[in-house]
């Protein structure tokens, strides 16, 4: 990784024109591939700027190319996809990746990543049911009211664009490990770090929730795989809580946010899914960044008769999401006089910042007042401690969003070191007798270590509460 550092940080005569690494020939190739499907033509673009440019100056370390999102979108969509009847996902032709094919040269990558794009239908599931399409039609659209500096030509072809892009960024991610080093080496140690890193992360994180976290009466996740909300309901994890899917699962980017109840504690499950009632109380006019599967609110009656409004959520990257969806949930819960008497509690990761960009990201100070202002508090009080960190990771050079790259001597200063985790509910119910957070899977936290690890497959630490009923007082 330090010589992939020293590439990217002072390429000197390395820093080729892209053309020479994704060829005219690749280029062409994929143009009729582009044409084929139907979609505009990007040859404009090709010839009067990218094959120009240089591959890290001019592409990989282009500001505008990660914030329009032209690599890390199809990035994101096609990296890794879980697919059904396999436990193991389909890849992407890259480095960045499960992937075990050969990459030791170009041409050897750009044929499988070619079959990949085109002519490799996946069977993915969704709630409704499975589908069948090939890698290009999973593609979205990017969306300048989403990302701002993408322009309206640019959004028209976007879909061609970023599928260009997207083969220009595996293409130098190739050439570059193969400069630095011989493909035997890296392959293998790929092979290694995927192994203990990739293949094992659902098995790990099913272990540590069934072995650490099984006694518990409710369990919130977010950016869950479809992959593991199906292994979890096949193992004992499964026959002990209710696993609570998204009605309408995000089966494109399969990150899901979910809900565990234990049957013993709520034995009739959930009652009914307020997804819905949540997204449509958002405030008029305003543009909430979530995505479908981020957020999950369901209804559940205990063994005690009590009526509860369980809700998951995952925040958006600057946590600009996190008061407007609590200000939704707790609107929702309001408007509609049977959930009036519910009991919330809201698991989150809720993206705040220690020390946020004033109007780009959310400062967890500014969280907190608002989660009191709903006479809300939080397993962390109702004034949660800047430094009280829940991620501590930072991004390689190995990634499509080089301008969020952390140096290796730089990963506490620069890299994701904040208090993002929260668990909220109502101050007059309950009070909170032991808070924890986990990075370890055994119930402990070790601070200033990166993560996640080989023990630890999360990039986000385990926040567990234990809470209990607020006695309430009658004159009657």
């Not at 030509?153 to 400069?179: R, W, Y």
């Not at 909220?424 to 402990?444: I, P, R």
Request: charged share 20%; proline share 7%.
């Amino acid at each position: 990784m330090s010589d992939i550092e020293a590439f990217l940080e002072n390429p000197g005569a390395q820093d080729v024109p892209v053309s020479q690494v994704f060829t005219e020939e690749m280029f062409a190739e994929l143009e009729k591939r582009m044409d084929g499907v139907g979609w505009d033509n990007v040859r404009s673009y090709w010839d009067n700027d990218f094959k120009n440019r240089k591959i890290i100056q001019g592409f990989m370390k282009d500001p505008l190319l990660g914030s329009k999102r032209l690599a890390s979108m199809p990035d994101r969509i096609t990296n890794t996809i879980n697919v059904v009847g396999s436990d193991l996902p389909v890849c992407r032709p890259t480095v960045i990746n499960m992937y075990d094919g050969d990459l030791s040269t170009l041409p050897l990558w750009w044929s499988a990543w070619e079959k990949f794009m085109f002519d490799t239908p996946l069977t993915i599931q969704s709630k409704d049911g499975s589908f069948t399409e090939p890698p290009y039609k999973m593609l979205q659209p990017i969306k300048k009211a989403k990302y701002p500096d993408i322009t309206e030509e640019e959004e028209k072809v976007s879909l061609p664009l970023q599928t260009m892009c997207g083969a220009i960024f595996d293409a130098i991610l190739v050439h570059m490990m193969n400069t630095v080093s011989s493909p035997d080496v890296w392959q293998s140690l790929k092979k290694t770090m995927v192994e203990n890193l990739n293949r094992q992360k659902v098995p790990h994180t099913l272990d540590i929730l069934e072995n650490v976290y099984g006694s518990s009466d409710i369990i919130t996740l977010q950016e869950v795989s479809g992959s593991l909300i199906e292994q979890a309901r096949n193992r004992p994890l499964g026959q002990r809580f209710w696993i609570v899917a998204p009605g309408s699962m995000d089966a494109v980017r399969d990150q899901n946010s979910v809900i565990l109840l234990a049957k013993e504690t709520f034995p009739a499950g959930p009652s009914a899914e307020i997804t819905s009632l949540v997204e449509s109380s958002f405030e008029p006019g305003i543009t909430v960044p979530v995505a479908k599967g981020d957020i999950l609110a369901i209804t559940a009656t205990d063994r005690d008769g009590i009526p509860f409004v369980v809700a998951s959520f995952h925040g958006d990257t600057n946590g600009l999401a996190t008061k407007p969806v609590l200000s939704a949930i707790m609107k929702g819960m309001a408007s509609d006089s049977s959930l009036v008497t519910h009991k919330l509690i809201f698991g989150l990761d809720a993206n705040t910042y220690e020390k946020a960009k004033p109007g780009k990201q959310q400062d967890v100070l500014e969280w907190g007042q608002h989660y009191v202002s709903y006479d809300l508090t939080s397993c962390w009080g109702d004034v949660p401690n800047p430094a009280n960190y829940t991620t501590f990771n930072s991004r390689t050079y190995l990634q499509p969003q080089l301008n969020k790259a952390c140096k290796k001597t730089d990963k506490r200063a620069n890299g994701d070191v904040n208090p993002k985790d929260f668990i909220l509910f109502g101050k007059g119910d309950f009070k909170v007798v032991h808070t924890w957070k986990d990075n370890t899977g055994e119930k402990s936290y070790i601070e200033d270590m990166a993560f996640p690890t080989l023990n630890f497959p999360s990039d986000h630490g385990i926040l567990a509460t234990i809470v209990e009923p607020i006695a309430t007082t009658s004159n009657a």
